[in-house]
């Protein structure tokens, strides 16, 4: 049946005069008795009873007008999901982040997001920022927040964050019963927790090549992935790292941070999605997170 047949029935039965139903649906009469006796015609049944001066349902017509209502709720629910869903107002979005945005670009992203967006489904995974290119590859993520920089030209990315990275010395160390800026060349000596290169190869060169320029080389005593791990074992004595300043936030106990006087290396974070996978839901999420950037 035609949902507009459907309309113009619902129009007459509920105002029970051809004169002011058409009226209601901005047409002339006789287009709209022709539709009632088409939509008889190919229901086979008698609709109403009219003379002069009445029009009333006949028991086809109540059965109809009931079936009616529900078919024209469920074409204006269809409706409304397909236009939510066209607008990326509804679905699921599948997010890979890097653990330093938990404490700097995360935390006002999503609230943001999930204000705007409440539709939305998120699922949320602490990814490394190799794993999380390997995913957006193949699809099993949607958006990724990742470290610069990003050479796979079957991405977008745009820059979201920006910080300098600092030490994190263990709280029982010497270097650390000052909290004012230190020089890099004061750490020659020391032992380093660090990330694998594989993990950020550009920051992880730019870290060398900064220790380089203090006049050593970085002795690396341990090498773990997860900054929160990496900051654990500074706590535990077993040599000081190069981190993101935002890892501040982690507040563990018995390590102590300080900024470098020196222009240091800075880490990125970019928000990356791939270029044949755009959708109305990612460029929601990516055009936020540049907006936010833009206030920072």
């Given at each position: 049946m035609?949902?507009?047949?459907?309309?113009?029935?619902?129009?007459?039965?509920?105002?029970?005069?051809?004169?002011?139903?058409a009226?209601?649906?901005n047409i002339?009469?006789?287009?709209?008795s022709?539709?009632?006796?088409?939509?008889e015609?190919?229901l086979e049944?008698?609709?109403?009873t009219r003379d002069?001066?009445?029009?009333?349902?006949?028991?086809?017509?109540?059965?109809?007008?009931v079936?009616?209502?529900?078919?024209?709720?469920?074409?204006?629910?269809a409706?409304?999901?397909?236009?939510?869903?066209?607008?990326?107002?509804?679905?699921?979005?599948?997010?890979?982040?890097?653990?330093?945005?938990?404490?700097n670009v995360?935390?006002?992203?999503?609230?943001e997001?999930?204000?705007?967006?409440?539709?939305?489904?998120?699922s949320?995974?602490?990814?490394m920022?190799?794993?999380?290119?390997?995913?957006?590859?193949s699809?099993?993520?949607?958006?990724?927040?990742l470290?610069?920089?990003?050479?796979?030209?079957t991405?977008?990315?745009?820059?979201?964050?920006?910080e300098?990275?600092?030490v994190a010395?263990?709280?029982?160390?010497?270097?650390?019963?000052s909290?004012a800026?230190?020089?890099?060349?004061?750490?020659?000596?020391?032992?380093?927790v660090?990330?694998?290169?594989s993990?950020?190869?550009a920051?992880?060169?730019?870290?060398?090549?900064?220790?380089?320029?203090?006049?050593?080389?970085?002795?690396?005593a341990?090498?773990?992935?997860?900054?929160?791990?990496?900051?654990?074992?500074v706590?535990?004595?077993?040599?000081?790292?190069?981190v993101?300043?935002s890892m501040?936030g982690l507040?563990?106990?018995?390590?102590t941070?300080?900024?470098?006087?020196?222009?240091?290396?800075?880490?990125?974070?970019?928000?990356?999605y791939k270029?044949?996978?755009i959708?109305?839901?990612?460029?929601?999420f990516v055009?936020l997170?540049?907006?936010?950037?833009?206030?920072?």
């Open positions: 035609d949902p507009r047949k459907l309309r113009y029935f619902v129009a007459v039965a509920e105002e029970l005069h051809f004169g002011r139903a009226r209601r649906l002339s009469q006789p287009p709209l022709m539709q009632i006796r088409a939509l015609d190919e049944a008698l609709l109403f002069r001066r009445n029009v009333a349902l006949t028991e086809a017509g109540r059965v109809l007008l079936e009616a209502r529900n078919v024209l709720v469920q074409i204006d629910h409706r409304n999901a397909v236009q939510r869903a066209a607008r990326g107002e509804v679905g699921r979005l599948a997010i890979g982040f890097i653990t330093p945005v938990e404490y995360l935390p006002p992203l999503l609230g997001f999930r204000r705007s967006y409440p539709g939305i489904s998120l949320l995974r602490e990814v920022t190799d794993q999380q290119l390997a995913e957006l590859e699809g099993t993520l949607d958006v990724g927040l470290t610069a920089p990003v050479d796979r030209p991405l977008w990315c745009h820059r979201v964050w920006r300098r990275m600092i010395i263990p709280a029982v160390h010497a270097l650390a019963r909290t800026p230190i020089s890099v060349r004061r750490l020659a000596s020391e032992q380093f660090m990330f694998p290169r993990i950020a190869p920051l992880y060169d730019d870290v060398i090549q900064f220790c380089r320029r203090g006049g050593f080389s970085l002795t690396i341990q090498e773990v992935a997860q900054s929160h791990t990496i900051i654990s074992l706590s535990a004595g077993l040599g000081l790292a190069i993101p300043e501040q507040r563990r106990a018995g390590v941070y300080r900024s470098f006087r020196e222009e240091g290396p800075a880490m990125e974070t970019v928000v990356a270029k044949d996978r959708s109305p839901l990612v460029e929601n055009n997170a540049r907006r936010l950037r833009r206030h920072q």
